[in-house]
């Protein structure tokens, strides 16, 4: 991605993503978008041309609902884009 794209993405994805399952979309650096059950968060890298995205859950079935949502969301304003999402689990519950 171009240096300036994951701005420009995040943007588009703050003023366009619907995200109709959240109970709050927090838009202070970058995006953060709250569930009953976790969080999804999309913003910009300040030292790589990337967008960072990261998201907990309760569990294994509301993560793969939220990547869903943003993977969604963010090929809507965004046709195209690469979203290699890893698993980064460690065991925890959200919140610890």
């Known amino acids: 991605m171009a240096e300036s794209k994951p701005f420009a993405l995040i943007d588009k994805l703050k003023a366009e993503g619907r995200f109709?399952?959240?109970?709050e979309k927090?838009?202070?650096?970058?995006l953060r978008v709250e569930y009953p059950d976790g969080f999804g968060l999309a913003r910009?890298?300040?030292t790589t041309p990337v967008a960072v995205l990261r998201s907990e859950a309760d569990n294994a079935a509301a993560l793969a609902r939220i990547q869903g949502d943003f993977r969604r969301?963010?090929?809507?304003?965004?046709?195209?884009?690469d979203l290699p999402f890893r698993?980064?689990?460690?065991?925890?519950?959200?919140?610890?």
């Open 20 to 23: 109709a399952a959240a109970t």
């Open 26 to 30: 927090i838009t202070i650096d970058g």
């Open 44 to 46: 910009p890298s300040n």
């Open 73 to 81: 969301e963010i090929t809507a304003v965004w046709p195209g884009v």
């Open 87 to 96: 698993a980064c689990h460690d065991g925890r519950k959200r919140g610890h």
